[in-house]
């Protein structure tokens, strides 16, 4: 039955008059019973259900969260936990066919003001208008498609501060002007009349936060609002949160499933499962003594800068059922290491209160259950060999023998052998045409002169900015782009080389399968008019000429989905079908269909949760060791470079400015752009919170088609030394300092000299 609803238009308050499950009216709840005065936002009982055709839906089912007046709470957990759905619930912004179908959401904007129950209020009424925008602000999580790109930034900032003040059009510019300077963006003045595709992604970021910020909100709703942006990027978008934080007291509503970023920003932590709260607490208390298990594989999932490197990540097994799915017991059960049978899979858990400020609900904390240590319960995740994101019924295909990665790896196994690669000053050009006769204006050289080696079997780690020229360079080696210039060698036999820079679409057939790309974005690389059996065969069926129907290509398509852990019979279903991770495992069974020898692993796991990103980092390990791959793996994320490459080169505008081995580069970086990048990653220890020395960059990447004299980082360069800086250009050069090694290379003009910081690592509880 659909609940009949009347709308009192003076209150602007919706009331059901059903008997379903409803949203209370302000008579029926005492604000005072869930606000008090330190508290800008109290949500009790939240249940915000979607009604499809397939049945109802609950997203957030019964979620009660406190956020603290001018402090920040962390919403973390995997994609599809409820956390962004609870975001729009408070702001009325759930779509049809969803709906806020229950519990409060008390909200006090001053500590002398009245509370208001934000669920009681009309999605499109004027008294939600009001509060949205101008008491509480949201940044959302891509800042190019949040932001329109029919107007300039300046114009939907000014809409933004009219909507809430009376100001006049001139006034309303000059505040939006004052907003642009305030959240950092260079030059304001003339951004003002820039449209977001004239702007870099951290600079529509900042935008962001300067629309939701422009009416100084009480209350600052920011959803994964650094989860597309490189390191450098999201440090000085976090520094800038913090900042604006205590110059105006707002308060801070911060969903992430970065555990770094929450170690490093959040006072207090919900930790969400399948539209539940699974565990609250201060964020001490969540890392030091996490009582949820889940908490616990969550924490354990993170590779950590200076710590573990190579060795295999715990992981949590499967995925995050659908919410029409929900398991019966506690959500977490059929993913739980420490599940008790009876228990957890028939009775939902009770709230256990842990301390006054932290609470659990998981049956482990019941006295009939308690164990005496629960970080010793179960299985550890690491042991487990079912650890792939498998879905149900999937069988996980049993992992190979693990070979412990260090910087004691050997740079060359063989010395006599030529690298499998061998890139030679290469050269990618792109002409920057204008005028409508498209005369060529600039050149933008987004690779100038790159030389790197890759010896067979290792892993060569590509880090840097976004724009800094790496997915180029990885398009120039695998040939999807024809270098202006250069040599791209290849040695499959380790004896003889081939430089596949010139060759014709012709002459490159033979190597196609030799090298290949596991492409950044599971969803968008995948065609979704195409079975499993049609995309992993496609290669063999372009490059060999083989027919899709012969059963040999059904059995080697059958054979790699069952290496990557997924089901053979899975092979005509569409990519529809399949969860992010899954989809990942996909890629990488077409990558490898062609058994090639080297693979070009372009940002393949920035889209994933951390414990999807555990299960494909030690597939790509199992796989290597299998069948001696070899990896190019670019990534802006330095802890997840460190733990999979046995070298690792830095780029920059196009150059390469610092390669040595991994141990080497992160204990001892000899440019100070390295440096840099590392002290921008945030370490999950809220502990070292203030304690890590942060290297900060002022602005964003020059303009490639109009480099800077000289060193090509001395705009930025914090240890920037004599004019030679801004005026002499330094190759790449073996550094001579005493304690690098022979292949350590850095084309800083004072690598000798500068003591620069690396990297120690701490996992969280330990």
Not at 136 to 163: C, D, K, N
């Amino acid at each position: 039955m659909t609940p009949q609803t009347r709308t009192n238009d003076d209150l602007d308050v919706e009331t059901d008059v059903s008997t379903s499950a409803t949203a209370p009216s302000p008579a029926s709840a005492d604000p005072a019973a869930g606000l008090d005065h330190d508290t800008i936002l109290s949500i009790r009982d939240l249940k915000t259900w979607f009604h499809t055709d397939e049945g109802v839906v609950k997203a957030v089912d019964g979620v009660d969260i406190d956020v603290p007046r001018g402090r920040t709470m962390c919403l973390v957990g995997e994609s599809g936990c409820g956390k962004s759905i609870t975001a729009r619930s408070i702001l009325g912004l759930i779509d049809q066919p969803g709906r806020v179908e229950g519990g409060t959401l008390w909200w006090r904007e001053t500590t002398e003001g009245a509370p208001v129950d934000l669920a009681t209020l009309k999605p499109t009424g004027e008294a939600i208008r009001r509060i949205r925008g101008g008491q509480i602000g949201m940044v959302f999580q891509e800042p190019m498609a949040s932001l329109s790109p029919m107007y300039t930034v300046g114009a939907q900032l000014v809409q933004a501060i009219r909507l809430h003040q009376n100001l006049s059009a001139d006034e309303a510019k000059d505040r939006a002007i004052d907003q642009l300077a305030r959240v950092g963006i260079p030059q304001p003045k003339v951004r003002f009349h820039s449209y977001p595709f004239q702007l870099s992604g951290g600079m529509c970021q900042r935008v962001m936060i300067a629309i939701a910020l422009a009416n100084d909100p009480a209350l600052l709703i920011a959803d994964e609002p650094t989860t597309a942006l490189d390191v450098t990027t999201q440090a000085r978008i976090l520094d800038l949160i913090a900042e604006l934080q205590d110059d105006t007291g707002m308060s801070v509503l911060f969903i992430t499933h970065d555990l770094g970023v929450v170690a490093e920003i959040a006072d207090e932590v919900t930790v969400m499962y399948l539209g539940k709260v699974a565990e609250q607490g201060t964020v001490t208390e969540v890392f030091d003594s996490p009582q949820h298990p889940y908490t616990r594989a969550l924490l354990s999932s993170i590779p950590v800068m200076g710590q573990d490197a190579g060795a295999r990540l715990a992981t949590i097994r499967g995925m995050v059922p659908t919410p029409a799915n929900r398991p019966a017991g506690c959500p977490f059960h059929d993913r739980c290491s420490e599940v008790i049978p009876g228990v957890c899979d028939t009775v939902e858990p009770a709230v256990h209160q842990v301390t006054e400020s932290h609470l659990s609900l998981c049956h482990l904390l019941d006295p009939e259950h308690r164990r005496t240590d629960p970080d010793e319960a179960g299985d550890d995740p690491a042991d487990r060999d079912q650890d792939e994101d498998t879905g149900p019924g999937a069988t996980a295909a049993p992992a190979a023998t693990v070979r412990e990665r260090s910087a004691s790896t050997p740079d060359a196994p063989v010395a006599e052998a030529a690298p499998l690669l061998a890139v030679r000053d290469l050269r990618m050009d792109f002409p920057v045409k204008k005028g409508v006769f498209s005369r060529v204006s600039s050149t933008v050289h987004a690779v100038d002169g790159v030389s790197l080696d890759i010896r067979a079997g290792q892993t060569l780690g590509l880090v840097g900015e976004s724009g800094c020229g790496k997915t180029t360079l990885g398009r120039c080696i695998a040939r999807a782009l024809d270098p202006t210039d250069g040599q791209v060698l290849f040695s499959p036999d380790g004896h003889h080389q081939v430089d596949l820079a010139p060759m014709s679409t012709r002459e490159l057939r033979p190597y196609r399968e030799q090298v290949r790309v596991i492409f950044q974005d599971p969803f968008s690389s995948l065609n979704p008019r195409k079975t499993l059996l049609e995309l992993i065969s496609a290669p063999l069926k372009k490059i060999r000429g083989v027919k899709q129907k012969d059963a040999a290509v059904s059995d080697q398509v059958a054979e790699m989905l069952r290496r990557v852990g997924l089901q053979p019979d899975y092979m005509n279903r569409y990519p529809h079908a399949f969860s992010g991770g899954q989809r990942q495992r996909i890629n990488i069974a077409r990558a490898l269909i062609t058994r090639p020898k080297l693979v070009i692993a372009d940002e393949a796991v920035s889209a994933l949760d951390v414990s999807v990103r555990a299960q494909i980092l030690n597939l790509l390990a199992d796989l290597q060791d299998e069948y001696r791959l070899t990896y190019l793996f670019i990534s802006h994320d330095l802890s997840v470079v460190e733990h999979i490459s046995d070298r690792v080169a830095v780029m920059y505008l196009g150059q390469i400015v610092e390669e040595a081995s991994t141990q080497e580069l992160f204990t001892g970086p000899r440019h100070p752009y390295t440096e840099a990048l590392m002290s921008a990653v945030p370490i999950p220890d809220p502990h070292g919170r203030g304690s890590q020395v942060r290297v900060r960059l002022a602005d964003d990447l020059p303009d490639p088609a109009n480099p800077p004299t000289g060193c090509y980082f001395h705009t930025r360069c914090p240890h920037r030394g004599e004019s030679r800086c801004d005026t002499e250009r330094v190759q790449l050069h073996q550094v001579e300092d005493g304690a690098a090694t022979a292949s350590h290379l850095s084309s800083c003009h004072y690598a000798d000299d500068l003591e620069l910081v690396g990297v120690t690592g701490q996992r969280p509880g330990s």
